[in-house]
């Protein structure tokens, strides 16, 4: 079986969204099977709506935000959205939205975008956790 | 290195960031028959160490990084 990355994703700025995708990315060339837990902001980032128009970025790094993502246009990085889509073609990677911010906030799984794979609570994923060489909260 | 050999597919994955490159090259790689050489253009420089590691991982076989004007041709042959 191979090995495992768990990332828990609690942010829903583009700076921190990059990570998640650019590792997820570098777990599956390296023939890693990915989880994603999506919890909060996390989670907040992936409405089917306005997963590919997000452009808030931390606040502690506001006043380079603009220059940041200046270059990234010039120098035409994709998206962190379509990395981690393509991560997904290319490797086993599983999307978890977590279920008790579902609940909590109201969002049905139809509002979710398409690359969120299914809902899981909070056991559920640490037993995930538990079964993987590295675990990251992000 | 010596001369270069010829590859039967050549990625341009110059411009591309890490994990570019690599990513595209494992597409590739996939996509190909064993014995098939695929050089991949990069100007990344995560890929100059990314690439062979994966390589070696993965089983295939690195025939050599050539060094261009800034960028790298890495040439890769698929061994399974």
């Not at chain 2, 050089?39 to 076989?61: C, E, F, M, N, Q």
Request: with cysteine; hydrophobic share 45%; charged share 30%.
């Amino acid at each position: 079986m191979a090995e495992r990355l768990s990332i828990i994703v609690f942010s829903g700025t583009v700076d921190k969204l990059y990570p998640v995708s650019i590792l997820a990315s570098g777990a599956v060339a390296m023939g890693m099977d990915v989880d994603i837990f999506l919890t909060f902001w996390g989670l907040n980032a992936f409405f089917k709506d306005t997963v590919r128009t997000n452009t808030r970025m931390s606040k502690d790094f506001e006043d380079m935000a603009s220059l940041v993502m200046q270059v990234m246009k010039e120098k035409k990085v994709p998206s962190w959205y379509d990395t981690l889509k393509r991560a997904k073609e290319l490797g086993n990677v599983k999307i978890h939205a977590c279920s008790m911010t579902l609940d909590l906030l109201d969002i049905k799984k139809e509002s979710l975008d398409e690359i969120v794979d299914d809902i899981m609570g909070v056991g559920e994923f640490i037993e995930t956790a538990r079964n993987s060489k590295i675990t990251l909260f992000i | 290195m010596g001369e270069e050999p010829k590859v039967d597919r050549l990625i341009d994955a110059r411009n591309t960031f890490c994990p570019g490159p690599l990513m595209e090259l494992i597409r590739a790689i996939r996509e190909a028959k064993v014995g098939e050489i695929i050089g991949v253009l990069s100007s990344d420089t995560g890929s100059k160490r990314d690439i062979p590691l994966w390589v070696s991982k993965a089983g295939h076989k690195l025939i050599g990084i050539y060094e261009k004007a800034g960028y790298a041709e890495i040439v890769v042959q698929k061994m399974k």
